[in-house]
Each structure stands twice: as structure tokens, then as C-alpha cells.
């Protein structure tokens, strides 16, 4: 089975949209709807059964993997799972394909409740803080979360409410699905330099990543499945 770097998951994406003809919007369909599938799975039912009577919080941040996240809300809402989508961003910095998906929900009447700012209730603290240390308690309400904070894309130690956001999630203490990659989690060395969000289930795109080749990176992944985005496999 293959393994991506950072560099080869952006260079398929590339390869997709712009030699394929792909649209970008299409290619995070595929991937929201593959999670879903993986999703419904993992909380006992067969792929595209009804999930009604289940609970489903999508952390979401303001990239792609937070694009993600709003399709696989969509798809959980649709098969009868009671879904809440809580932002880390600030919904303006939401652009492009996430967008639109961010739209789409909304105009579902999805529930989305945007945490990126500071709360009435935390008057005094930090912002970041202010916005999300209630985020545990909120989570806590329901049997799954699933983490689509932050992608591949992200290097380094995570900061600010990205790095707050992942602490609030490993307190709550639910069992949690990440979107492609464990946010926090280095895509190409494994590594865990911070707050790394830690899953029982890892959905992945189109292919492994090299980092889930790490000695200690299956404490973060769970278990990994790769979803198919509808593009040949190299």
C-alpha cells in the first residue's frame, strides 16, 4: 500500500484538478462522502444506513479538512444523525470549496456554532481560551466527534485556538474520527511536536500517509482506512 509525503498529497490534488479536470469541489465530495460511509460504520450501522438516534460533533477549521467536515456533515445529517458543527475559524476566513460546502449546510439548518470567538462566559481570559475552554463540556454530549481542525498541510506545533481546540477535544473524552490525518500529527515524519488530536479511527484520502508509518503515530491514528476521492490510485 502506498505511503504520501505532504508534497505528493498536494501534487495528486494538482494533478487532479488541473490535468484530470477534476473540480476541487468534487474531489472533497468524494472524500466527506467516503468518511461518512466510514463513519456510519464505526457507530454500528451498515454503509448508508440510517444513523437517526445518533449524535455527531464536527470540530471544524478553515481549511479543506474543514471543507471536509461540512460534507460529512451533510451526509450524517441526511442519513438521521443529529449533527452540531462547532467552528475554530472565524467563518470569514472560510473560502473556496469550504465554502461552499459551509453554505450548503447552512442552508440545511444545520447546527453550527461558531466558537472562533470569545465567549460572555469567559470575560478576562486569553481569547483563544475564552472561545473554546467550554468546548470539552459541549462535546461531551455526544457519541462521536470528528476532528477536521486542521489537514496534511500543517507543520510544526499547533498554536493558538487550532492547538486549544485539539486539547478540548482528547478532554471530552468521546471516541473520535479524524479526517485524513490526526490534527497536530506531522504528515510526513509522524511526529506529535504539541497537541495532536488522538483517534480511534483515522479516515484517510486517497492513499497512507507517511507518517502513519511511525513508531508511535497508531496512538494518535486508532485504526486507518483510506476513502477512495474518485481518482486512480498511482
Known amino acids: 500500500m502506498i505511503s504520501l509525503s505532504r508534497q505528493e498529497v498536494r501534487e495528486v490534488d494538482r494533478w487532479a484538478i488541473e490535468v484530470l479536470g477534476v473540480p476541487g469541489v468534487v474531489l472533497m465530495e468524494n472524500a466527506g462522502r467516503g468518511a461518512a460511509d466510514a463513519i456510519g460504520e464505526f457507530l454500528g450501522g451498515a454503509s448508508g444506513s440510517s444513523l437517526a438516534g445518533r449524535r455527531v460533533a464536527i470540530v471544524a477549521g478553515a481549511g479543506n479538512n474543514g471543507g471536509d467536515g461540512f460534507v460529512v456533515a451533510r451526509h450524517l445529517h441526511i442519513r438521521g444523525a443529529a449533527v452540531a458543527v462547532f467552528l475554530v475559524a472565524d467563518p470569514a476566513k472560510i473560502t473556496g470549496d469550504a465554502a461552499t460546502n459551509l453554505k450548503i449546510i447552512r442552508n440545511l439548518g444545520l447546527d453550527i456554532r461558531d466558537v472562533s470567538r470569545p465567549s460572555p462566559i469567559a470575560a478576562g481570559k486569553p481569547d483563544s481560551a475564552a472561545a473554546l475552554d467550554w468546548l ?69 484520502f486517497h492513499a497512507r500517509k507517511k507518517g502513519f508509518d511511525a513508531p508511535e503515530a497508531e496512538r494518535y491514528t486508532g485504526r486507518v482506512i483510506v476513502a477512495d476521492i474518485g481518482i486512480p490510485v498511482a
Open 136 to 204: 470539552a463540556e459541549a462535546l461531551r454530549e455526544f457519541d462521536l466527534v470528528v476532528d477536521a481542525v486542521g489537514g496534511t498541510g500543517i507543520r510544526g506545533r499547533l498554536q493558538g485556538p487550532q492547538a486549544t481546540a485539539v486539547e478540548q477535544i482528547n478532554a471530552a473524552r468521546r471516541p473520535v474520527v479524524a479526517l485524513d490525518i490526526p490534527s497536530g500529527l506531522d504528515c510526513d515524519t509522524g511526529a506529535a511536536d504539541g497537541p495532536v488530536v488522538r483517534a480511534a479511527l483515522t479516515v484517510t
